[in-house]
């Protein structure tokens, strides 16, 4: 396999969008290699792969670089097709619901989120991205009793691609809990969700690519700090 | 006896200027499907659309067989998975990757810098004209001396850009540039886009377009 074709990755540690890409591949069973970035600076390998964003990660497969995390997860799982479970269903309605749970996730759950985690800590914004964040995810739990048929996850019996865009970021949300002192995956409101949380951090393709949490509050006050000062200059 | 579009069980939810629903409307079209086409009043939404999209209240929705598909590149990925005839994307992984790629790229980019480009004044305007010149640029590179973004034959990219070729018109003249001589490539395949049926049917005159970012315009006080 290794001698057959090369697949790099460009990622960060830490970014739930290269994480994406990862459990991917680890759901295929396919080696790669890792390249991972420095905070601050782009590779020339990076910015001559993806010159349109310079934004991790890229796949490289072959010499050809695929962008986008989505977009490379879907890559996978078409290249990969034989090997492991589908990521994407095989119904096209079911694919349809599937892309757009996963352009929600990232239109409107991922930027209440960032908010939280860069805001300082008296912003007033945080409150109202938290209230975002919370009804977002009360919509993925009616998402997830709906689609999971009484399954473990939104895939059905195997992590799919729904799982993929939401849990890369239940690190982020924990992190986010402690930095801003808000609760957003609460028991009692998310019950559903809560339990696909504690499943999808310990399936087989994506445990040990779970970032501690407390590691993430770290990277997330370095990013915090690097955008105060960027503002101030 | 139930007509062509009742037999294909498919209801376009839209808005006659949004780019987005004419992507449905042409990728309907390149597959020769019937449909029946609602409009829809966006201060007046009916209930049909309130219960087909209720997340975003949003144009444009596909209902097929009485379900309903939003996010206008995700309804085109359906049709196209739903109707095999006059495949919109590649067959090869990696050019479907690319196809997938820039079409995101359109959403990102065009619309939103559009917006910014009649919207505002001053400093900002220009930072916006300038981006626009850019993305056409980035578009361009893209198309390169193809006919069209997917080569030989009309594809996915195509169907997501050409509703934005009503547009130039309004960023050209609040812009003050030509895409004729920023792009000239992309302005030559806007031209054979038009002269698709698909597209010429689907894809309103660019001075409708100009009328109606004029009348938003008054409505923001922008005038």
């Known amino acids: 396999m290794a001698g057959d074709q090369e697949l790099k990755l460009l990622g960060l540690w830490g970014s739930p969008f290269v994480m994406r890409a990862r459990i991917a591949l680890n759901l295929k069973g396919v080696g790669y290699e890792f390249l991972e970035e420095v905070l ?3 590779s020339e390998l990076l910015l001559k792969s993806n010159p349109v964003y310079k934004k991790i990660p890229v796949l490289i497969h072959n010499g050809k670089p695929i962008c986008e995390s989505m977009i490379i997860v879907q890559y996978i799982d078409e290249v990969w097709a034989t090997a492991g479970p589908s990521i994407l269903p095989s119904d096209p309605y079911d694919r349809a619901i599937a892309r757009f749970w996963a352009v929600y996730i990232d239109d409107k759950l991922f930027p209440s989120l960032r908010k939280i985690v860069l805001a300082n800590a008296d912003d007033e914004e945080t409150a109202e991205a938290a209230d975002q964040v919370i009804a977002g995810l009360q919509l993925l739990e009616e998402a997830f009793e709906k689609f999971s048929k009484g399954k473990d ?10 799982d993929i865009a939401l849990g890369c970021y239940v690190g982020w949300i924990k992190a986010a809990e ?3 002192g808000v609760k957003l995956l609460d028991k009692e409101k998310l019950p559903l969700l809560m339990g696909w949380a504690e499943r999808f951090c310990s399936a087989d393709a994506v445990k040990e690519l779970m970032p501690e949490v407390d590691k993430l509050v ?5 990013l915090r700090a690097r955008l105060n000062a960027a503002a101030t200059k | 006896m139930a007509t062509a579009a009742e037999k294909e069980g498919v209801v376009l939810l839209d808005f006659w200027v949004s780019p987005f629903g004419q992507r449905c409307r042409i990728a309907l079209a390149e597959k020769g499907v019937e449909y029946e086409y609602k409009e829809e009043n966006l201060s007046d939404k009916s209930p049909l659309l309130l219960k087909m999209n209720p ?3 949003k144009i444009p929705v596909l209902i097929h067989h009485g379900k309903p598909i939003c996010e206008s590149l995700v309804i085109v990925q359906y049709i196209d998975e739903v109707w095999s005839n006059n495949p919109l994307l590649p067959s090869d992984p990696y050019e479907r990757a690319k196809a997938r790629f820039w079409a995101d790229f359109v959403d990102k980019k065009v619309y939103e810098c559009g917006t910014r480009l009649w ?4 400093e900002a305007h220009e930072e916006a004209r300038k981006d626009m010149i850019e993305i056409l640029k980035l578009l361009e590179g893209e198309l390169g001396d193809k006919k069209y973004f997917g080569g030989e034959t ?3 990219v195509d169907v997501a850009v050409a509703p934005f070729t009503a547009w130039f018109y309004t960023y050209e003249t609040c812009g003050k540039f030509s895409v004729d001589e920023e792009c000239p490539k992309l302005a030559a395949w806007a031209k054979r886009c038009k ?6 049917k689907s894809v309103h005159d660019p001075h409708k377009v100009y009328e109606f970012v004029g009348k938003l315009k008054k409505k923001f006080g922008l005038e």
């Open chain 1, 40 to 42: 601050g600076t782009k």
């Open chain 1, 153 to 162: 996850f939104f895939g059905g019996e195997s992590v799919g691609c729904i």
């Open chain 1, 178 to 180: 402690k930095m801003a």
């Open chain 1, 218 to 222: 770290e990277l997330g006050k370095v």
């Open chain 2, 55 to 57: 997340i975003h209240k």
């Open chain 2, 119 to 122: 919207k505002l004044k001053g």
């Open chain 2, 154 to 156: 009309f594809g996915f």
């Open chain 2, 195 to 200: 002269e698709r049926e698909s597209v010429s």
